[in-house]
């Protein structure tokens, strides 16, 4: 083993890209799944941060 990389590729992580001839390439179900399961994350801190906002603006609005 040498200390010296070689640009071979090895041991590095690549990811897929859709090729043009393939342009309804959309990963495998586990792709699927964590896209759902990021959106759904986003949707609930979303409605968090509203509601969060909505509390705080009733709070000022009783202490005015």
Request: charge should be negative; proline fraction near 3%.
């Amino acid at each position: 083993m040498t200390a010296n990389s070689t640009d071979d590729g090895q041991g590095m992580i690549v990811n897929p890209k859709p090729a043009a001839d393939n342009q309804d390439w959309d990963g495998d179900d586990a792709d699927r799944a964590d896209r759902l399961r990021f959106e759904e994350e986003q949707a609930m801190i979303r409605e968090q941060s509203e509601a969060r906002a909505a509390a705080k603006a009733a709070a000022q609005a009783a202490g005015d």
